[in-house]
């Protein structure tokens, strides 16, 4: 079993929808989460991080559910511009080290 | 802003050279990072480094080994580049106390 998983996708949504992501992780004493951003042949980006309490930045909202061991990610009124791929990290043991899903392909359609 | 440069965008190589891939921060970040991405498997960690002449294996370092002399340099080298070693390398650096990494533009390595 990896030790984050997305659901590849794509989704394919039109401009003003509302999508969601949700990525599992298999090591329940994860210490902390964040969602990245990737464009097309292009470097991730740091989106959010995620917090115990939710968080949200604009039409960003990230939640976090420990007892279920998945985070999400939700957008809402989509744009053109958010077609990217949506990388789910894990800080498994507080070190450095960061572990990432494979990431969730969004693409937005006029 | 934080400035992670890799010395190439794209490179090919014939098998059996040895290959050195740059990287460079301006943050004075104490810990770098090395990964490859290929499609299907998300990025996967080669080797870190935690402090200058420090470093640790990632979780796929067979074929690589990493040198940091200076903070700000991280150099990735494969001895004797194989073609399974095709990807797409990233770069990262990072405090040492925070979780979040900052990413150069990529390498796109093909080995032939």
């Known amino acids: 079993r990896k030790e984050v998983e997305q659901d590849p996708g794509p989704f394919n949504v039109p401009e003003g929808a509302t999508v969601a992501f949700n990525c599992t992780y298999s090591n329940s004493a994860s210490q902390s989460f964040f969602w990245y951003r990737q464009d097309c042949r292009k470097e991730p980006k740091l989106l959010m991080s995620?917090?115990?309490s939710g968080n949200e930045d604009g039409r960003f909202t990230a939640q976090l559910n420990r007892a279920s061991q998945y985070i999400s990610l939700l957008i809402r009124d989509s744009k053109l511009s958010d077609s990217a791929t949506y990388l789910c990290?894990?800080?498994?043991?507080?070190?450095?080290?960061?572990?990432f899903g494979s990431g969730t392909r969004l693409l937005v359609r006029p | 802003d934080v400035k992670v440069t890799q010395s190439s965008r794209y490179l090919v190589k014939r098998t059996g050279e040895k290959v050195f891939l740059e990287c460079v921060q301006d943050?004075?970040?104490?810990?770098m990072f090395w990964y490859r991405q290929d499609p299907g498997l998300g990025l996967r960690l080669i080797y870190f480094?935690?402090?200058?002449?420090?470093?640790e294996k990632g979780d796929i370092p067979e074929g690589y080994s990493v040198s940091r002399e200076k903070k700000e340099r991280f150099s990735l080298i494969l001895e004797s580049a194989s073609t399974n070693q095709t990807s797409m390398y990233l770069c990262?650096?990072?405090?040492?106390?925070?979780?979040?990494?900052?990413f150069g533009p990529g390498t796109r390595l093909t080995v032939l």
């Open positions: 990290v894990v800080n498994m043991d507080s070190s450095y080290k960061l572990i």
């Open positions: 480094s935690y402090d200058v002449k420090m470093k």
């Open positions: 995620v917090y115990s």
């Open positions: 990262a650096s990072g405090t040492s106390g925070g979780d979040e990494q900052f």
């Open positions: 943050m004075d970040h104490e810990n």
